[in-house]
């Protein structure tokens, strides 16, 4: 081979190395290149692994029999003893970093050729001689070496060593691929630690989103006076928390008292329009040309009295929130013009004839049948199922007792505003408020404290004698059930009579003595109704006529 060839076979193996990245092909080329310089009939390259105690056979070619995997042929830098394994010829090269050339194996007694002959087995190879050049990069750190395997002689066999001007070459391809290999490792370990970092700030960034909304949903905008952490307020809790993002429409059902306009400003401060009005209307609260002006404004001279323009509720509540109470009781005339603020955003004031833009988000609250008064004509079906698209139902307080506690701890605070010390409940009146049902709702209990906290003397508990009587004449559930120890003498009729008043009164008081809801409770008609009232001449405390008459 000339030295023309020689230098071209290197040029070439240079910009080949300089060029991959993969260290298995990278490994091939330099195995080609290796084999064409050397003549050899073998070739293997030999890496260190990190901790420099093994060199691992990753490549090689014995007479075109490849690989380029990593193999378990592994050779230990150390021998048992811990001393560096000198008699292996390749730990003694990768140790003394020293190019090891053996031309007869089977004659040279300073070595142990174990493993070569162990691995010509496994292939039905037989070495003859072996040239091992070390891989160091830099003349500094050697990484592993190259193995070449019968090299030719000069009889024709293969019993060689390395040619002299074939030396300088060969060291010249193994310091280029060691440096070609470390850096190809480096790029694959680069690699690795980008995906790795990829992962990781991936499992950042999910647990970053976690946490924001984590810390989000502490950050909730609950007003402190909201009271309530039962499992059915939880989940309206939830239900306004997922509708406030958006401007949809709400409806809040649910019975009297329960707390319907307080959740209406809730949602009013969980969404992006808390920084603009909160306007509340009750539209039971005014006759329909009054309800008209107030919602939308007049021009000056839309009446008499109307002496200049004025902007209605909607104008005040532009970029906020409208919330209308008691929707289902709004004037048939008036919800033509709810719908088209809905669904347009336009609003008219009385007497003009422009229409306006407005953007409000409209909170609609009943404790009516929305449903019923549609079917009986008294509510625009349109208007109905504008409302009705995110429907959140507050529960009455009678499904919720375990919130009592904490109601009463805060109405009977707000009662005393401050002054003093909040006053105490004996056990007895304690029970009394938990085990009523509530016909009013929470507005009930706020009026039950305020007046409790009156009555009782500075200083004192509130006992059951502060309760109001209704609902301290009442047993619990399970007494109202049971019979009573003591049963009258007499006849059936006359005693089951004498049961007869008292269940009619114990309904009359749960419904506020209001006589259609205590007949519709006890399923008899109003008349049944009034009939046993004057049987039993039952009427409400305080009250002086007979009770034959409306509530
Ligand atoms: N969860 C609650 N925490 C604290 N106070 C409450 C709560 N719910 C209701 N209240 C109080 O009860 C009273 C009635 O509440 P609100 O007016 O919001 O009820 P509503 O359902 O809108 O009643 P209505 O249907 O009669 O208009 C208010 O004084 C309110 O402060």
Redesign the pocket.
Known sequence: MSNETIYEDLLELTIRLAKERRVEALLVHVLDAALRLSRAEGAAIFTLDRLARHLHRVCFNYRGITSANHSDARISIYDKSLAPNLRDPATFAVSTATLVGVADIDNAPGFDFGVIRESDKAINFRTRSVTILPLTVDGEETIGVLQLVNLPDKAGGFAGTLPKPVIHPMQGLASHAAAAIRNARLFEENQSLIRQLGRMNEELQQENTRLMSKAAASKSKKPK????DSTP?EKVFDLIERAAGSSIPIL?R???????????NYIHLSSSRSGNAFVAQ?CAALPESLLESELFGYIKGAFTGALANKPGLVHEAHGGTLFL??VGDMPPGLQAKVLRLLQEGEVRRVGSTKTELVDVRIVA?T?VNLEEKMERGEFRKDLYYRLNVFPIV?PPLRERPS?IPR?ID??LTEAIGGCGDRPELTGEALDTLLRWSYPG???EL?NILERAALLANRGQPIGREHLPVEITGFRDEEARHALPTHIPDGDLKSIVGQYEALVIEAKLREANWNQSHAARNLKVSRRTMVEKLNRYSIRRPGAADAPTSKE
Not at 225 to 228: A, K, Q, R, S, T
Not at 254 to 264: F, I, L, W
Request: hydrophobic share 40%; proline share 0%; charged share 30%.
């Open positions: 006076d909201l009271i309530g307020m809040l649910g019975e009297t008292g329960t707390g319907k306009e307080m959740m209406a009750n109470d008691e609250a404790n507050v919130d109601l805060h109405f709702n929470v507005r706020k």
